[in-house]
C-alpha cells in the first residue's frame, strides 16, 4: 500500500529555519516525482514544487522559488521542504504528494499534511 | 487569481445532477494536457477522483464524471448525496514559463 506520512504540525517565530518531512513506502521511491502543494487557512491549493528522488532534479513553481528549498534523501524515502527564515504569511497546511504521469503529472497519493504555523 | 477558472460555489439538492467546470487556456488544457479532479473533504487531504480527464480511480463510484473540450473540462457529480459536500479542485499541465502544474481555484459544493 503506497503511503506517504509527514511530520508533524510545527509552530515557528519568523525568522527562523524550518524542515519538514515526507516519508514513502509501498512503492519505488526513486522511480516517482514528489512534489509539495500549499494551503493558506480558508484557501485553495498552489503547487509549490517537485523533486525526482532517483537524481534529485527539481523544478519549482515561480511564485516560490527561492522562497523554499525541496530535497530528498533516497536512502530513507523521504522528501523535505524547508525555510531558511519563516514569515507570518508562510503560515499554511502544507501537502507532499506522489507525482505520475509525465507531463500530464496527476498526484495520485498524498500526505496527510503538516500544519506550520508561523507567530511572534 | 488562478491559473484555471472554476466558479467558487455549487449547490443541489440530494439525488439531483451538479456540475462544475474548469476553464483554463492554450497553454494548458488547450495545449491537450489532461485534467485531474480532486475532493477534499472539510478538514482532510485532498484525494483524486478523476484522472485523465475522464477516469476514475478504484475505489470511486461511478456518479462522478468528467469530460473535456477545448480549453475547459467539468465534473459532473449525479445522485448527489450529503457525504458529497467538499472542495472540488481541477489541476492540469502547463507549458508556458509559470507553474508545471496548476490547480483550478477550487468549488464549494453544499448539499441543500
Known amino acids: 500500500e503506497v503511503q506517504l506520512v509527514q511530520s508533524g504540525a510545527e509552530v515557528k517565530k519568523p525568522g527562523e529555519s524550518l524542515k519538514i518531512s515526507c516519508k514513502g513506502s509501498?512503492?519505488?521511491?526513486?522511480?516517482?516525482?514528489i512534489g509539495w502543494v500549499r494551503q493558506m487557512p480558508g484557501k485553495g491549493l498552489e503547487w509549490m514544487g517537485i523533486i525526482y528522488p532517483g537524481d534529485s532534479d527539481t523544478r519549482y513553481s515561480p511564485s516560490f522559488q527561492g522562497q523554499v528549498t525541496i530535497s530528498a534523501d533516497k536512502s530513507i524515502s523521504t522528501a523535505y521542504l524547508q525555510w531558511s527564515s519563516l514569515k507570518a504569511s508562510d503560515t499554511a497546511m502544507y501537502y507532499c504528494a506522489r507525482h505520475v504521469d509525465g507531463y500530464n503529472f496527476r498526484l495520485d497519493y498524498w500526505g496527510q499534511g503538516t500544519l506550520v504555523t508561523v507567530s511572534s | 487569481q488562478s491559473v484555471l477558472t472554476q466558479p467558487p460555489s455549487v449547490s443541489g439538492a440530494p439525488g439531483q445532477r451538479v456540475t462544475i467546470s474548469c476553464t483554463g487556456s492554450s497553454s494548458n488544457i488547450g495545449a491537450g494536457y489532461d485534467v485531474h479532479w480532486y475532493q477534499q473533504l472539510p478538514g482532510t487531504a485532498p484525494k483524486l477522483l478523476i484522472y485523465g480527464n475522464s477516469n476514475r480511480p478504484s475505489g470511486v463510484p461511478d456518479r462522478f464524471s468528467g469530460s473535456k473540450s477545448g480549453t475547459s473540462a467539468s465534473l459532473a457529480i449525479t445522485g448527489l448525496q450529503a457525504e458529497d459536500e467538499a472542495d472540488y479542485y481541477c489541476q492540469s499541465y502547463d507549458s508556458s514559463l509559470s507553474a508545471h502544474v496548476v490547480f483550478g481555484g477550487g468549488t464549494k459544493l453544499t448539499v441543500l
Open positions: 509501498g512503492y519505488s521511491f526513486t522511480s516517482y516525482w
